[in-house]
């Protein structure tokens, strides 16, 4: 697309990187945070900072938000429909409950607004490289509109259905990533336990019927794979703490559409007994730590 105003809301480890790359790619963006630090590091990258929301999205042709929960997106909401122009696309980046991306949705089609919710799969890595993947939920005209502005951050972005869609496909990706974490944490734990070796025990699964993302991209043993943030420590690249809530919205999605997701119900109480025990900080691959000290001696 030619060069275009964006207004981004949410300047974190995800919001950061992405909204770089706008920039990176041609685009003018004014930025807002409440923090800062982040607003004067997106400034280093060539972000405009912006005093407040309203300064941020006034007279931008969209306005992306990245932010922590559906009630901040709601709130954010409430500043935005009154500052943007009619003819704005809002896109939301948010991991939310579905409900909460349908409010949104409903919201800014009250005021006149088109808008997709537009949540990510890539991490921080994915972020910083532009190789994010957007899941984009809304009509069929807005996922055009959002194509264009997404694609500086992207390797992909797929139309996933109607408003809040977005947000259900990414709830089913996170729920299969926490869950074959937890699988392949066990497995290394057990072929440990009885004198198998890390690489030997990876040589096998990894060119069999085993072989996953988990295992291959963020290995949770450290030595194994180059990309693995196992091998910093765990320094996270999708910290437990949201791999938890990503679970949790998962599992209250299944529990009010009477889906029996009981692989999810488990997965999100083993990850949030590893939180419990000080692992929200940590990459959520080092929930093997947990699987080790629950081990019987």
């Not at 999810?264 to 590893?274: C, D, I, K, N, S």
Request: aromatic share 6%; glycine share 14%.
């Amino acid at each position: 697309m030619t060069m275009a105003v964006i207004g981004f809301i949410g300047l974190g480890h995800m919001g950061g990187p992405m909204s770089a790359n706008l920039v990176k790619g041609g685009h003018e963006v004014r930025g807002f945070d409440l923090a800062p630090a982040a607003l004067e590091a997106a400034e280093a990258t060539g972000v405009t900072p912006a005093g407040s929301i309203a300064e941020a999205v006034t007279g931008a042709d969209a306005v992306i938000t990245m932010l922590p929960g559906g009630k901040q997106l709601l709130e954010c909401y409430d500043q935005v429909l009154g500052a943007a122009s009619p003819d704005t696309l809002l896109i939301d980046s948010s991991t939310v409950d579905v409900a909460d991306a349908r409010k949104a949705h409903e919201r800014a089609a009250e005021a006149g607004f088109g808008s997709v919710d537009a949540p990510v799969s890539g991490g921080t890595a994915g972020a910083e490289a532009g190789t994010l993947t957007f899941m984009v939920g809304g009509t069929e005209e807005n996922y055009n509109r959002a194509q264009p502005v997404l694609e500086p951050m992207a390797r992909k972005v797929i139309h996933c259905g109607g408003p809040g869609n977005g947000q259900v496909t990414k709830m089913c990706n996170n729920l299969v990533l926490g869950a074959s974490m937890i699988a392949v944490s066990e497995a290394f734990v057990l072929g440990e336990r009885l004198g198998v070796s890390h690489q030997a025990l990876y040589d096998v699964v990894s060119v069999s019927t085993g072989q996953c993302w988990s295992l291959t991209t963020n290995c949770p043993v450290p030595g194994l794979v180059e990309t693995s943030r196992a091998n910093h420590e765990y320094e996270p690249g999708f910290a437990a703490a949201l791999m938890l809530k990503d679970l949790k919205l998962a599992a209250s999605a299944a529990e009010q559409s009477g889906t029996d997701a009981a692989i999810g119900r488990l997965a999100t109480e083993l990850y949030q007994r590893f939180n419990d025990e000080g692992g929200a900080g940590y990459d959520f691959g080092a929930i093997i730590k947990s699987v080790r000290e629950h081990s019987g001696r």
